[in-house]
Antibody, heavy 117, light 111 residues
Framework: EVQLAESGGGLVQPGGSLRLSCAAS????????MNWVRQAPGKGLEWVAS????????YYVDSVKGRFTISRDNAKKSLYLQMNSLRAEDTAVYYC??????????WGQGTMVTVSS | IVMTQTPLSSPVTLGQPASISCRSS???????????LSWLQQRPGQPPRLLIY???NRFSGVPDRFSGSGAGTDFTLKISRVEAEDVGVYYC?????????FGQGTKVEIK
């Protein structure tokens, strides 16, 4: 079964850091672009970052550029999101999503990140 | 690209149809000829789930009561006969031009 499982969320103070992970199973991880999408409490979906199959290309939404870094380890079938200089407005559920030819076809259950003092 | 959905809320009687509109601020036709417009469903307390991709293609396992149509900047998701399990929020999403963007979401609820 194709699955994505996020972990690493939690409560962090403003200005702090957190690293999210996403473990993939049931498909050839190295053959797909991977993405992070977030959803603030009670709000809609917001694309955060994407990374190419081999990690050679990375893209970010403007609001996280310079603070967040997306990366992957194809040998471990894992996707990561390093989040630094966290702000209250980064509070959200963070979803890992696979994309196939620009189609976000598989989503994880999400991990909650709360930025608060 | 700004994605605008209407309505934002849609109370529907069980067994009746529902329709959601999504309009993009510019054409979603990619230079490769494809239109990367998808529809996602998010049931209460659940992650998003892909329903429709490239305007009108149903994803694996999606019931045929869901259909998508449209072209250019105007797109529609239709549910032919709403069932209780269809309650949730529906989002359109474009992946033609970065940054990828979503509509605000349309809440489908039972009257």
């Amino acid at each position: 079964e194709v699955q994505l499982a996020e972990s690493g969320g939690g409560l962090v103070q403003p200005g702090g850091s957190l690293r999210l992970s996403c473990a993939a199973s049931g498909f050839t991880f190295s053959s797909n672009w991977m993405n992070w999408v977030r959803q603030a409490p009670g709000k809609g979906l917001e694309w955060v970052a994407s990374i190419k199959e081999d990690g050679s290309e990375k893209y970010y939404v403007d609001s996280v550029k310079g603070r967040f870094t997306i990366s992957r380890d194809n040998a471990k079938k894992s996707l990561y999101l390093q989040m630094n200089s966290l702000r209250a407005e980064d509070t959200a559920v963070y979803y890992c999503a696979r994309s196939t030819l620009r189609i976000f076809d598989i989503w994880g259950q999400g991990t909650m990140v709360t930025v608060s003092s | 690209i700004v994605m605008t959905q209407t309505p934002l809320s849609s109370p529907v009687t069980l067994g009746q149809p529902a329709s959601i509109s999504c309009r993009s601020s510019q054409s979603l036709v990619h230079s490769d000829g494809n239109t990367y417009l998808s529809w996602l469903q998010q049931r209460p307390g659940q992650p998003p789930r892909l329903l429709i991709y490239k305007i009108s293609n149903r994803f694996s396992g999606v019931p045929d009561r869901f259909s998508g149509s449209g072209a250019g900047t105007d797109f529609t998701l239709k549910i032919s006969r709403v069932e209780a399990e269809d309650v949730g929020v529906y989002y359109c999403m474009q992946a033609t031009q970065g940054p990828w963007t979503f509509g605000q979401g349309t809440k489908v609820e039972i009257k």
